[in-house]
């Protein structure tokens, strides 16, 4: 098994930006989508949804009816105790949807360190006893959580550690988590390059047909 410095190495090789204020979006109760897809970029991916989010949205699209998206404000740096800003930031847009648009279907997704954001809404330790290493953060609200209608992470650092957000945490049942084979931030595998192959089939299709079948 990888020790805790090299799984802290791992997730930075595979995968920085300052941390920002985050600004409520300004959209009005009318022009809300039918489902909001809130996601987590991994490590130092430059903001937005990164790589893996901008595939999922596109494969989501043609499922669902609108589709707005919410690329979680945080770091993604090499500091994985920021990690918890990621979480945080993410929880206060899904207050922001409940109170604003209420009908709409939240959809969470995150990759490696942005899954680990993920992890903490649902009230998992994002890498197990190991929990020092990336801090933590409040789990989202039970009344929240209930707003959330899927959840979908890829290279998740829990589930290396027996706990994938599938059958774990608050979000169990209604969560697709996804490994490639052979990458070691979500398995006991040793391939880093799988790690970084999440953006291609069958990855994203994947996660959308698992998130259509729950909206």
Do not use: K
Not at 39 to 62: K, M, N, S, Y
Not at 103 to 116: D, E, K, P, W, Y
Not at 121 to 132: K, N, S, T, Y
């Amino acid at each position: 098994m990888l020790s805790r410095l090299s799984l802290a190495g791992l997730i930075a090789a595979a995968t920085v930006v300052p941390l920002s204020v985050s600004v409520a979006p300004t959209a009005v109760a009318e022009d809300c989508p039918s489902v909001e897809l809130v996601f987590a970029r991994g490590t130092a991916e430059p903001p937005g949804l990164g790589r893996v989010g901008d595939a999922l949205a596109a494969a989501l699209r043609p499922r669902v009816g609108s589709l707005g998206t919410y690329a979680v404000n945080y770091p993604a740096s090499y500091n994985f105790l920021t990690t918890q800003n990621g979480a945080t930031d993410a929880a206060g847009h899904v207050q922001w949807m409940a109170d604003n648009c209420p009908n709409t279907r939240i959809v969470l997704g995150g990759f490696s360190q942005g899954a680990s954001a993920m992890s903490m809404l649902a009230g998992v330790q994002p890498v197990g006893d190991r929990i020092g290493m990336l801090g933590s953060a409040p789990a989202l609200a039970p009344n929240l959580a209930n707003n959330v209608a899927a959840v979908a992470v890829f290279g998740n650092p829990s589930r290396r550690f027996g706990q994938p957000l599938s059958s774990n945490g608050q979000f169990a049942g209604r969560t697709v988590d996804l490994c490639s084979p052979g990458d070691p931030i979500c398995s006991e595998g040793s391939d880093r390059s799988a790690h970084s192959n999440y953006e291609w089939a069958p990855y994203p299709d994947q996660a959308a047909n698992f998130i259509a079948g729950r909206i």
